[in-house]
């Protein structure tokens, strides 16, 4: 049990790796086939995580040279007040069409949304609130574009937290069925309520569930989310979900038996 301790407090205080995902896409563009998404999920920003591990991850991600950089939810574990500064890192994470971000159950647990909002603008994020935008926007109305689009965390529904709620269709209604849809999903459960919509949706980015993080907390992790880590085919259209183990951890500074990440994803034409 020691060393199992040990290796896991050792585990937890290295840089996150980089994992290399190449998913094939329906209809990708030819000028957007081998597309560049970044993903980061669940760093949790707090008392063990700060600004100095978040510098080592904006470090790691620009040496990616992403197309596109996403953030898929649980930020912060604290309100504006007590963690702007140590979130001042991504400022500098460069892309080429931007960085996105969606809000995480603990983006809600804080009360602090609607600040954080405005924190992350001034960061260089595009929040996706029951949202999307066109990747590249400039090709919007023209064909060699996808629809990247992103929920409030389905936790909103439940804590009541002004307009915010999970909105598939104020957040994806407007993407054309003719072209890939990409959804950035906290939760591994709103992106099964997703793809078995009747919105297209070719690929859900999500989180939360930090593939248990240590035992016995994977047990319930598996148990509890429809997708648990990685990638996994769903549906008859041939849609992917990739389920980040995520990119720091949260409470105890421990990793046993699962990995903290980084998401080098690339989308290849599947026609």
């Keep these: 049990m020691l060393c199992a301790s040990v290796y896991g407090l050792y585990n937890a205080s290295q840089p996150p790796v ?15 086939n081998g597309l560049k998404i970044v993903q980061l999920s ?27 950089v996403v953030l898929t939810g649980d930020l912060v574990d604290g309100s504006v007040v007590f963690l702007q500064d140590a979130a001042v890192p991504l400022k500098s994470i460069q892309s080429k069409y931007g960085n996105y971000f969606v809000t995480g159950n ?3 647990y804080t009360g602090d949304v609607d600040n954080w909002f405005i924190a992350l603008a001034s960061l260089g994020f595009k929040v996706l609130h029951n949202s999307h935008v066109f990747i590249p926007e400039k090709n919007a109305n023209g064909q060699e574009h996808i629809c990247l689009a992103g929920t409030d965390d389905i936790q909103a529904n439940l804590i009541g937290y002004g307009d915010h709620k999970f909105d598939l269709a104020k957040a ?23 793809l078995d919509s009747s ?23 598996y148990l509890l ?6 990638l996994y085919k769903y549906g008859p259209n041939g849609s992917f979900v990739y389920v980040s183990q995520g990119t720091q951890y949260w409470g105890i500074p421990m990793r046993i038996a699962t990995t903290m990440e980084i998401t080098r994803i690339t989308l290849q034409s599947a026609n």
């Excluded at 989310?225 to 990685?230: D, H, I, L, Q, T």
């Design 42 to 68: 669940d760093i949790h920003l707090g008392p063990t995580v700060g600004f100095s591990k978040l510098s080592k991850i904006v470090t790691i991600v620009n040496q990616e040279k992403a197309d596109v």
């Design 199 to 221: 919105y297209r949706t070719d690929l859900v980015l999500s989180g939360h569930t930090h593939g248990g993080q240590m035992f016995p907390m994977v047990i319930a992790a």
């Design 18 to 32: 980089v994992k290399d995902v190449k998913i094939p896409i329906r209809d990708l563009p030819i000028g957007l």
């Design 106 to 108: 603990h983006e809600y």
């Design 225 to 230: 989310n429809p997708f648990f880590a990685g």
């Design 172 to 194: 994806v209604g407007n993407c054309s069925q003719q072209r890939p849809v990409i959804l950035l999903a906290h939760q591994p459960k709103a992106a099964k309520i997703a």
